[in-house]
């Protein structure tokens, strides 16, 4: 419930994201969440009605639902009847009047939404979370839909300075004003210690199983990792000779399908080290949830997890190398540092939300 004063305005702040799942959807409600702890603040949130968080035991008390689509064949489709969406995009705007909107992460259908604000003089917040499409990443065209999207935006935010520098780098670099913010956690820990359990250390890698995340790294450094340790590779992706020799390996599991919402917590509690073996990186929602449950981070000092594990105790930084990745797990296995108060990720969503929000008088 929104938080007002007696007789006092309240600012009204949409938030939509139209994905059907993954970070995307998660990252609006936290947000909107948040937006609702700050005072005299009215919150909409608007998601897409096929959103996997909905059927979630995280799933939003109150949301605005827009049909969108779950296939190529399906966003054409939908394009067709763009005039109709406008339209209700148009009564949900004049409906709740909002003073701020925030794309909390973009999509293909964003432009509507922008084109709707911009005529009714709404200030629009992009979160932007990659500068540019990661290798086999994202969606047809998303490089130049998010450039049209950001030219229709009032302040972009990022979740790494990394990715604001570049935005404001090389050929279409934009003219809008940048603001780079941590990236809050999804989940927080139920208390459980990494090595607890024991048995076997626990190593995990979750996330898009994709050739940019390192799975040939992975796959050349466990060999090397001299102690006796169980890893699983969980996620989404296409087979690919990386994924075939992981497979191979003794002490590997590889899982290769979709993880729903509500199965996070455990699978990242399940582990006690979170590797990142990263060849590039704009920053890492999985090493978020990770530090907040209170596991280990093994992470390459590539892109921008050097700013968001530089400082943090639990996590260890190493090169884009086999040997150095497992050097940073014998480190971990050997002698894992003091684990850091539980993080308040209420409060961190809270700060993530009046940041944003300052950014309009910045």
Not at 143 to 150: C, E, S, T
Request: glycine share 8%; hydrophobic share 45%.
């Amino acid at each position: 419930m929104s938080r007002r004063s007696e007789g006092s305005p309240a600012r009204r702040i949409l938030v939509w994201q139209w994905g059907r799942r993954g970070a995307g959807p998660r990252i609006a409600v936290d947000l909107a969440d948040g937006l609702k702890r700050l005072p005299e603040t009215e919150v909409l949130l608007c998601l897409s009605e096929r959103a996997e968080i909905l059927r979630s035991k995280n799933a939003p008390e109150a949301v605005v639902k827009v049909a969108t689509y779950s296939s190529v064949r399906g966003l054409l489709k939908r394009l067709l009847t763009a005039p109709w969406l406008r339209r209700q995009l148009a009564r949900i705007v004049r409906d709740f009047r909002p003073d701020v909107a925030i794309c909390a992460m973009p999509g293909p259908l964003d432009m509507l939404m922008t084109q709707v604000l911009h005529r009714a003089g709404v200030w629009t917040v992009v979160i932007v979370h990659d500068a540019q499409p990661h290798p086999g990443d994202g969606y047809p065209l998303q490089a130049l839909l998010q450039r049209r999207l950001i030219r229709h935006a009032d302040q972009i935010v990022t979740f790494s300075r990394h990715v604001a520098d570049g935005l404001t780098s090389g050929p279409h670099a934009v003219s809008c004003p940048i603001t780079a913010l941590a990236h809050p956690p999804f989940i927080g820990g139920t208390g459980t210690v990494p090595f607890a359990h024991g048995g076997a250390p626990r190593i995990l890698m979750f996330g898009r199983l994709l050739p940019y995340k390192g799975l040939d790294l992975l796959a050349e450094a466990l060999p090397h990792v001299r102690h006796t340790f169980e890893c699983r590779v969980v996620g989404h992706g296409p087979q690919s000779p990386e994924l075939s020799r992981l497979g191979t390996l003794e002490t590997v599991r590889v899982e290769n399908r979709w993880v729903e919402e509500d199965a996070l917590p455990a699978l990242v509690e399940w582990a006690d080290i979170v590797v990142l073996p990263y060849r590039e990186a704009s920053q890492s929602g999985v090493g978020a949830m990770a530090i907040a449950s209170g596991r280990y981070v093994v992470a390459t000092r590539v892109g921008g997890l050097v700013e968001q594990f530089a400082d943090d105790p639990q996590a260890v930084l190493c090169d884009p190398d086999p040997a150095a990745i497992a050097r940073a797990l014998k480190t971990l296995l050997e002698a894992p540092p003091p684990i850091r108060p539980r993080v308040d990720n209420a409060q961190e969503w809270e700060n993530l939300a009046r940041d944003i929000l300052a950014s309009r008088n910045a």
